[in-house]
């Protein structure tokens, strides 16, 4: 019995292709268990930066408490809204009162926070943050945040 050189070829071609196939399949296979660790390790630095974020916002939130046992009430909220970059008059609109007695609690806020101007309020913040967490050794990859 004997097999048609046509017949053979196309064999030899099939196996081929067959091969080809098998390679290409165990070569994606690696790639997806290669992609499933990068994702894997992904994620646990996404974790991670989750919780350096919380630690963040547990020590900006003790910072504003300290400050907050520094002024006054009416001071802190008056403290907290020049950060937010409004004006005397936007303050006293918001707040009720005349713009003249908000510069006079900014007044009285530099002079308990021994700054000039109330530019510096906002570096205030950033000021203590930075101390605290050069101090207490909280997240020193959060640069980038």
């Keep these: 019995m004997l097999i048609p050189l046509a017949w053979l070829v196309l064999f030899f071609f099939i196996v081929i292709a067959v091969v080809f196939i098998l390679i290409y399949e165990v070569d994606s296979k690696f ?11 992904e994620n646990l630095v996404l974790k991670n930066k989750k919780k350096d974020t919380s630690s963040l916002l547990e020590e900006y939130g003790k910072i504003l408490n300290n400050l907050q ?32 007695t908000i510069d006079w609690h900014i007044k009285d806020i530099k002079t308990k926070l021994e700054v000039e101007k109330r530019s510096q309020f906002a570096g205030i913040l950033i000021k203590e943050l930075k101390q605290s967490i050069d101090k207490d050794g909280i997240p020193q990859n959060m640069t980038s945040i």
């Design 69 to 100: 046992k520094k002024l006054t009430d009416r001071q802190f909220e008056v403290f907290l809204y020049t950060i937010d970059g409004l004006s005397s008059k936007e303050i006293g609109d918001k707040l009720h009162i005349a713009p003249s």
């Design 31 to 41: 790639k997806w268990k290669e992609e499933a660790n990068n994702l894997t390790q």
